[in-house]
């Protein structure tokens, strides 16, 4: 099961950051556009909760497409 991109075209893109459009297929078939933001080598949020405990996420992969 993989996504396929089957097409991206840059929106903006500086030597800092690049956000793109891709117009990519999921695994059942369902196509769709997705907004990438991709960046350097960057912490970009840092969040704290209650007991001072940090959250950090990176996302390495496509999110389902719902209706």
Same mark, same amino acid.
């Given at each position: 099961?993989?996504?396929?991109?089957?097409?991206?075209?840059?929106? /903006? @893109?500086?030597?800092? +950051?690049?956000?793109?459009?891709?117009?990519?297929?999921?695994?059942?078939?369902?196509?769709?556009?997705?907004? +990438? #933001?991709?960046?350097?080598?960057?912490? +970009?949020?840092?969040?704290?909760?209650?007991? @001072? @405990? +940090?959250?950090?996420?990176?996302?390495?992969? /496509? #999110?389902?497409? @719902?209706?």
């Amino acid at each position: 099961m993989k996504w396929q991109v089957h097409q991206e075209r840059s929106a /903006f @893109r500086t030597p800092w +950051v690049n956000i793109a459009f891709l117009d990519v297929e999921q695994p059942d078939g369902q196509r769709g556009e997705y907004h +990438v #933001v991709r960046l350097r080598d960057v912490a +970009v949020t840092a969040l704290l909760d209650e007991s @001072r @405990r +940090v959250l950090m996420l990176w996302r390495h992969r /496509f #999110v389902s497409l @719902r209706s």
